[in-house]
């Protein structure tokens, strides 16, 4: 069930720069948000309404300067949605609660037990540590 928010209430619930990413679909630089080189344990829940998203379990490094991860913590909590902006094909990730963007899934990291790469914003997520 997504959450019923004017995008007024939005605006006064998030900061500018997580309007712009979660409500916007923006992109936060690389090697700037937050959670790009956490190593901590716990869990990454959806800035906009706190849906748990991605455990730090299924975290890794993919030297592309944002929030890794080979698989989402229930895939309940997320959709997937074709992208075809930019002049490319990917598939973008949303918190299916808020519909909030998260950030995108690709097929390009063999070293994970999925070969998948959800390269997600920092800014669409709050880290709850174990």
């Not at 605006?11 to 923006?26: A, H, M, T, V």
């Not at 998203?53 to 975290?59: Q, V």
């Not at 909590?77 to 992208?83: A, M, P, Q, R, V």
């Amino acid at each position: 069930m997504k959450i019923p928010k004017k995008e007024e209430e939005w605006k006064k619930k998030l900061s500018p720069q997580q309007y712009k990413i979660l409500r916007e679909r923006g992109t936060e630089m690389a090697f700037t948000g937050a959670y790009w080189k956490n190593k901590e344990k716990g869990m990454y829940v959806c800035a906009g309404c706190g849906a748990e998203l991605f455990s730090s379990e299924n975290k890794f490094e993919s030297g592309t300067g944002w929030p890794s991860f080979w698989e989402a913590v229930d895939k309940k909590n997320i959709e997937l949605k074709e992208d075809n902006e930019l002049g490319m094909r990917r598939i973008e990730v949303v918190c299916k609660k808020c519909g909030g963007h998260l950030g995108h899934v690709f097929d390009d990291a063999p070293q994970t037990p999925s070969g998948k790469r959800y390269c997600i914003n920092s800014c669409a997520l709050e880290f709850k540590k174990k």
